[in-house]
């Protein structure tokens, strides 16, 4: 399946559609596919890794911990 992918802090132009595996999902998960995404001003000021704080409160230091931008 196909999905916008995160790899380094920094404008829209880090963000790269790549094929990742169809996530498993449990006992008492479901399985939503989204045909439409928006990014609110909070995700994109996140997404640039800014405040440097946010980095050291769990968000990763030197690249993002999530893969996706968002929570």
Do not use: C, H, S
């Given at each position: 399946?196909?999905?916008i992918v995160q790899d380094a802090y920094g ?44 980095r050291l409160a769990g968000f990763g230091l ?10």
């Amino acid at each position: 399946m196909k999905a916008i992918v995160q790899d380094a802090y920094g404008p829209a132009d880090v963000l790269r559609l790549r094929d990742v595996d169809r996530p498993t999902i449990g006992d008492e998960e479901v399985l939503v596919e989204v045909r439409a995404a928006a990014v609110d001003p909070g995700v994109w000021v996140l997404m640039t890794g800014r405040p440097y704080l946010m980095r050291l409160a769990g968000f990763g230091l030197r690249r993002p911990k999530g893969r996706g931008p968002g929570p």
